[in-house]
């Protein structure tokens, strides 16, 4: 087995996407994909989204593990969506970039800042959707595999080159074109997993 090990827990989603002609909300909110990963340290879940209740059921629907089973959260900003199920995991530590949590004062307590990480896994300073965004790194099978958030927000936003809801359109740009160089697996934010050098 090859460790660490992943996989896609909820498969992200925009409320309405632009390049697909959607103006309007198509569902009733906004769900960012969650990764689940184990280390040789820790059970991690990458952007727990949905609600409490919801990610628990995908988590034992897509991976046998409950939240008690998670040793660690690690959020990539502080957007509503991406930590939305953050209560589920009340016996993790859960971690959000520093200038993330200062944006949001009501997750005082709920989250600290971001700080040492299980060996296996680097954050990747990636602002722009947000100041303190950060994308998540790991190696898989000689594979690196790039959990990128919305610094990648879904193929279209990539491929088009168009930030979408940013904090700072240039850094986010910029931060696209890191996370691309690096990747040979790309997780989007909102979209299916991307294979940039196939």
């Known amino acids: 087995m090859l460790v660490p090990t992943w996989r896609i827990i909820t498969q992200g989603r925009l409320l309405a996407n632009e390049f697909w002609g959607q103006s309007e909300p198509q569902w009733p909110m906004s769900k960012c994909t969650t990764v689940l990963l184990e280390t040789r340290a820790a059970r991690v879940v990458l952007d727990p989204t949905i609600d409490p209740e919801g990610i628990a059921r995908a988590l034992w629907e897509y991976a046998a593990v409950r939240p008690a ?21 009340d016996r993790a530590t859960r971690m959000m970039p ?32 947000s100041k303190g965004h950060t994308s998540y790194a790991w190696s898989w099978g000689g594979y690196q595999v790039v959990f990128a958030g ?27 074109d890191a996370v691309l160089a690096m990747a040979d697996i790309l997780i989007p934010g909102h979209d299916m997993t991307l294979y940039p050098r196939a």
């Open 69 to 89: 089973d998670v040793d660690l959260v690690l959020a990539t900003h502080h957007h509503t969506d991406h930590r939305s199920s953050w209560e589920a995991f």
């Open 150 to 176: 919305d610094a990648a927000m879904t193929r279209e936003h990539i491929d088009h080159r168009k930030p979408f809801n940013e904090s700072d359109p240039r850094a986010t740009l910029a931060s696209l």
């Open 98 to 129: 520093a200038a993330d949590l200062a944006a949001a004062p009501e997750l005082a307590g709920a989250f600290e800042p971001l700080g040492d990480l299980p060996g296996e896994i680097q954050a990747v300073p990636t602002p722009g959707h």
